[in-house]
């Protein structure tokens, strides 16, 4: 089960699509993850704030909307309850 939080205090540079937060571990390949916190650390570099593998996540799935959400049609109204 998800853990929901409030409101995040930290601006992020992603686009919100709504103030409420959800948290869950997510499992990948070191060397992913090693790239995910790289990339994360080389925008708060170039950005300023804090290094985000959240805010680049949340990145990555507002550029790929549109074909994550065909993709998922089928199920998304599950998990929106």
């Known amino acids: 089960m998800a853990k929901r939080t409030g409101p995040s205090s930290a601006s992020g540079t992603a686009p919100e699509t709504s103030g409420e937060k959800v948290g ?3 499992n990948m ?3 992913t993850a090693a790239l ?6 080389a925008r708060a570099k170039k950005r300023g704030g ?3 593998v959240s805010a680049l ?3 990555l799935v507002e550029h790929h909307r549109k074909e994550l959400e065909e993709e998922s ?3 998304l109204p ?3 309850d």
Request: net charge positive; aromatic share 16%.
């Open 24 to 26: 869950f571990g997510v």
């Open 29 to 31: 390949p070191v060397e």
């Open 36 to 41: 995910a916190r790289a990339v994360a650390f």
């Open 50 to 52: 804090r290094a985000s």
């Open 57 to 59: 996540l949340l990145d």
């Open 73 to 75: 049609a089928r199920y």
């Open 78 to 80: 599950l998990f929106l």
